[in-house]
C-alpha cells in the first residue's frame, strides 16, 4: 500500500487555467506539507496543515490554496496559473506536530511535476 | 534558520564507504541534524538523525562532531541504489519545517 499518494502525476496545462493536486495518506498521521522543487531542485516549503488546522504557510503568492477536507488529504489548488509555477510539488506527512518533536520523520509522496506553458 | 554546507558532489566505488560531510557552524544547542535522501524521479525519504551522539541504522550511521558544528553520514558499503542526492538539515524541535540546502548528488560507480 502507498503511504502517500499525490495524483496526477503529471500534469501539463495552459497559463491562465485552474488546477489541482490531491494528496492523500494512510498512514494516520495528523501533519501534511505541500513542497515545491524548482528546476534547479531547490526544495521548498509551502504549506502546512495539523489536523485539518494551516501552520505553516510560507510566502507563497495567494494563487495558491491548499484545502484539508480530512487529516488524511490535503490538497493543492492553482489559480491563474503562470510559467513559473512549473515545477515538481511533493506532499508529505508526518505523525506529530502539535507537540515540538525532533524526531518529525517526514513522508513524502512520488510528487507531481506541472508544467505550465 | 540555521544554515548547512555540503559539497555538491560526490563519487563513490561500489561496495566501499561513503563519507558524506555537512558543515552547520551556526548550529543552536537545540537543533537536531537530520539526512534525507532523494532517488531519481522520487520524493524524500529519511535517512537517520541525532542530537549530540553518533547514531547508528540500518541505513546508515551519523557521526557528529563534538563542537556539533559538523556531521558525517556514512553509508558502509554503498551500492547502485544509494545514488541520490543526500541533504543535511537542521530542524528546531520547536518548529514544524525542515529547511532544505541543496544537498550533496553522490554518484556510486560500478
Known amino acids: 500500500d502507498t503511504a502517500v499518494s499525490q495524483t496526477p502525476k503529471y500534469l501539463v496545462t495552459q497559463m491562465g487555467n485552474d488546477k489541482s493536486i490531491k494528496c492523500e495518506q494512510n498512514?494516520?498521521?495528523?501533519?501534511m506539507y505541500w513542497y515545491k522543487q524548482d528546476s534547479k531542485k531547490f526544495l521548498k516549503i509551502m504549506f502546512s496543515y495539523n489536523n485539518k488546522e494551516l501552520i505553516i504557510n510560507e510566502t507563497v503568492p495567494n494563487r495558491f490554496s491548499p484545502k484539508s477536507p480530512d487529516k488524511a488529504h490535503l490538497n493543492l489548488h492553482i489559480n491563474s496559473l503562470e510559467l513559473g509555477d512549473s515545477a515538481v510539488y511533493f506532499c508529505?506527512?508526518?505523525?506529530?506536530?502539535?507537540?515540538?518533536?525532533?524526531?518529525?520523520?517526514?513522508?513524502f509522496g512520488p510528487g507531481t511535476r506541472l508544467t505550465v506553458l | 534558520d540555521a544554515k548547512t554546507t555540503q559539497p555538491n558532489s560526490m563519487e563513490s566505488n561500489e561496495e566501499e564507504p561513503v563519507h558524506l560531510p555537512c558543515n552547520h557552524s551556526?548550529?543552536?544547542?537545540?537543533?537536531?541534524i537530520h539526512w534525507y535522501r532523494q532517488l531519481p524521479s522520487q520524493g524524500p525519504e529519511y535517512v537517520i538523525h541525532g542530537l549530540t551522539s553518533n547514531v547508528n541504522n540500518r541505513m546508515a550511521s551519523l557521526a557528529i562532531a563534538e563542537d556539533r558544528k559538523s556531521s558525517t553520514l556514512i553509508l558502509h558499503r554503498a551500492t547502485l541504489r544509494d545514488a541520490a542526492v543526500y541533504y543535511c538539515?537542521?530542524?528546531?524541535?520547536?518548529?514544524?519545517?525542515?529547511?532544505f540546502g541543496t544537498g550533496t548528488r553522490l554518484k556510486v560507480l560500478a
Open positions: 551556526t548550529i543552536s544547542g537545540t537543533d537536531y
Open positions: 508529505a506527512s508526518s505523525q506529530i506536530a502539535g507537540v515540538p518533536s525532533a524526531y518529525n520523520e517526514q513522508f
Open positions: 538539515i537542521l530542524r528546531d524541535p520547536g518548529t514544524y519545517k525542515y529547511i
Open positions: 498512514l494516520g498521521h495528523d501533519t
